[in-house]
């Protein structure tokens, strides 16, 4: 029987459950390099050579962890927190605790075989934690560009404007980075010149999915790489009671957040989406629905060119 391990990862550390041979084992360590090393410690101590590894899609508290796995050839499957979510449901589970979570995860691995996941490449984990960086150095911007708007800042208005300052220069040098690292690879620098061909996609959108969605093209559909991002629509309904459409919001924020600005951009440039966005509002969708109804759309037009591997072609409904 194969061995599978279900983590549940947590900001400071990870919970593992391990099923081998029908017996069940499980084991919390730190969420650092110091305890990934001591999970593979633990996996040898119990001879276990391979495992099937299975992850929440977190960000990337989980996706440092996925990579040390993979490297060390272990076999990972990152999946949709409502993937094991349903799974729960369906096993009527009741036990909510990081220990019950991982082994409900361990469950749904070893049942449910999810599809494996694969490694980013040095290029685009670097494109990634760059990026991440970025936006954090943006955040704080705006945190500071806030401040000095407020009231009493006469006395520290030097030191805020100092601050911006220095992130606004650490920000250039990280976009310097990031340009330096895609065309520095073909791969990278033939799909962001896909990406771009897309009206609405620009170098900022672009190198965020080539960084956070680095395995875009190897989904079965783009239904599901919307359904990974938390950009497929959701509705509740039970008898004559019927809630709004919505986005479901489990997936990668990061891309959630940065397809906003383009969607909007999108209705007015891009003519294949505002005609679409034209019939959702003419079917009476209201305009968060159509906003977030395009940047689904959005999405699945790049993950189109990159499968393709052809530029973006208007082709507009006759």
Partial sequence: MEAVLGIDVGKADFHCSLLVEGR?????????????????????????????????????????????????????????????KGFGQSELSRTKTDKADAALIARYCLAMKPRLWQPPSPSQRRLQRLGRRR?????????????????????????????????????????????????????????????????????????????ELPNLKEFRSGKAVAAFVGLCPRELRSGTSVSASWVSKAGNAQVRRVLYMPAVVAMSHNPVLAAFATRLRENGKRPKQIIVAVMRRLLVLAYGVLKSGKPFKAVLPT
Avoid at 36 to 65: I, M, P, Y
Avoid at 143 to 169: C, F, H, W, Y
């Fill in 24 to 84: 069940s084992r499980s084991n919390s360590f730190p969420n650092s390099k110091k305890g990934f090393d001591q999970l593979a410690g633990w996996l040898e101590n119990r001879k276990v050579g391979k495992v099937h590894a299975c992850l929440e899609a977190t960000g990337g508290w989980s996706e440092e962890l996925a990579i040390f796995l993979a490297d060390r050839g272990h076999t990972v499957s990152i999946v949709n927190p409502m993937a094991i």
């Fill in 135 to 211: 936006v954090a150095l943006i955040e704080m911007r705006v945190q500071e560009e806030n401040r000095l708007k407020g009231p009493g800042v006469d006395e520290v208005r030097a030191s805020i404007e100092t601050m911006i300052a220095t992130i606004t220069r650490q920000i250039a040098q990280l976009d310097a980075e990031i340009a330096d690292t895609i065309d520095q690879d073909p791969n990278l620098r033939e799909n962001r010149e896909l990406l771009e061909s897309i009206p609405g996609i620009g170098e900022r959108v672009a190198t965020t999915l080539l960084g």
